[in-house]
């Protein structure tokens, strides 16, 4: 919602113009079935040490309530190392007021993204931004 500056251009025939164009809130964003969610990655800036597994919870809102997200049956985990030859998708399990986490025990040191989808929510891999993990020999 707000003003935005709209400039148009055609080719045929040849005009340009600008305008203001104000964009109110949808009746309808408050409360739609499948609506987003708000993910907090609990581990983030955290420092994994290899050969131990670990816990990576992530808590899990609604945008609008800010209230948490309970009973979702299908957050999965997808942690890649980049470029990609390893990966990993895990299911995640409810450990909590809207917390959700999985355990992985690292194959080797290095940095790891890690990225989150519900389905259910129209939420995919990648729809959310991910989160870099290093992992730590010692």
């Known amino acids: 919602p707000g003003r ?3 400039a148009v251009l055609t080719d045929q025939p ?3 113009h600008c305008f203001q164009l104000d964009v109110a ?8 079935a499948g609506a987003a969610i708000a993910v907090e ?3 983030k800036g955290k420092q994994l040490k290899l050969g131990k597994p670990a ?7 609604d945008p609008v309530t800010n209230e948490p997200v309970k009973g979702l049956r299908d ?3 997808l942690i890649v190392e980049p470029p990609g030859v390893w990966q990993v998708r895990l299911w ?4 909590g007021e809207g917390l959700y986490e999985v355990t992985q025990d690292f194959p ?3 940095l790891y993204r890690v990225m989150l989808q519900v389905e259910s929510r129209g939420v995919r891999f990648n729809h959310l931004p991910f989160v870099s993990v290093p992992v730590n020999k010692e």
């Not at 816990?55 to 809102?61: N, R, S």
């Not at 995640?92 to 450990?95: G, L, N, S």
Request: glycine letters at 2%; a positive charge.
């Open 55 to 61: 816990t990576l919870t992530f808590k899990i809102t």
């Open 75 to 77: 957050v999965q985990v």
């Open 108 to 110: 080797e040191a290095g």
């Open 4 to 6: 935005s500056n709209v």
């Open 14 to 16: 040849r005009l340009t």
């Open 92 to 95: 995640a399990k409810e450990a």
């Open 25 to 32: 809130q949808s009746p309808n964003s408050k409360r739609q």
């Open 41 to 43: 990655p609990l581990f």
